[in-house]
């Protein structure tokens, strides 16, 4: 029978800095019982890359990365926001790719990304396949406490 090497890097964005809206999003519940809203994203113009937000306290600050690369406005530090996956479809923003391997040691690999890129704090939208990571890290302290 004959044999040949499958292609895995072809469907496969580098990793960098891309355009991306949302074409899909819908609620559902992770393994361990926690609301989530599972995102398809549509990189680059043509890339399907998929995401999640899950709705637990250690994980806020990547919806609130989301919403503001998106263009939302963030409220006051520790009010209640609702976010549906309704809200989600169509948005439009900057995000952070890389390359990661899954299931781990499979030798099958993936686009994920790293982080939702504030367009505010890191200007116009850096050129396709430019280093990630520019993009706003969770705060430790709020820096706009009203007086």
Sequence with gaps: MPTYQQNQGADLLPKGVYP???RNAKETTSQNGNEKIELTLQVNGTFTVFDNLTFVENSFWK??????STGEKLGAPGSNVSLEADDCI???GTVSIDIDEFPKNSGRKRNVVVEYINPAVNGPMPAAGSAPGTGPKPPTEPDNIPF
């Design 63 to 68: 919806i609130d990365q989301f919403r503001i």
């Design 90 to 92: 169509q948005r439009r």
């Design 20 to 22: 991306f809206y949302i």
